[in-house]
Nanobody, 124 residues
Framework: QVQLVESGGGLVQAEGSLRLSCVASGRTFSTYGMGWFRQSPGKERAFVATINWNGGITYYADSVQGRFTISRDNAKNTVYLQMNSLKPEDTAVYYC?????????????????WGQGTQVTVSS
């Protein structure tokens, strides 16, 4: 069983930055592919970014490409999402997720474990 705890959300003005962190329990973090998803009120949860087990492969949603960066530190059991040039439409609850296999994936169904989420609010 893997537990994921997100942090780093908050209120920020447009064009500002935030860095989200997700800490995983257990000793197998380095074997998991990791992803970030987000959900706005009234909308379905959507893919944001993903990274494979060793950080060598990353992939982003078109809406965040060039503004967000996903990274991981396997020694700290942590995955990060650096968010720059934030826009009001980035407002959402952000969730990290772990895939039992080490590959990266844009599909929610690939992820076995989910965190509780952290709120990000971007004001205009």
């Amino acid at each position: 069983q893997v537990q994921l705890v997100e942090s780093g959300g908050g209120l920020v003005q447009a064009e500002g930055s935030l860095r989200l962190s997700c800490v995983a329990s257990g000793r197998t973090f380095s074997t998991y592919g990791m992803g970030w998803f987000r959900q706005s009120p009234g909308k379905e949860r959507a893919f944001v970014a993903t990274i494979n087990w060793n950080g060598g492969i990353t992939y982003y949603a078109d809406s965040v490409q060039g503004r967000f960066t996903i990274s991981r530190d396997n020694a700290k059991n942590t995955v990060y999402l650096q968010m720059n040039s934030l826009k009001p439409e980035d407002t959402a609850v952000y969730y990290c997720a772990a895939a039992a296999a080490g590959f990266s994936s844009t599909q929610m169904g690939a992820y076995k474990y989910w965190g509780q989420g952290t709120q990000v609010t971007v004001s205009s």
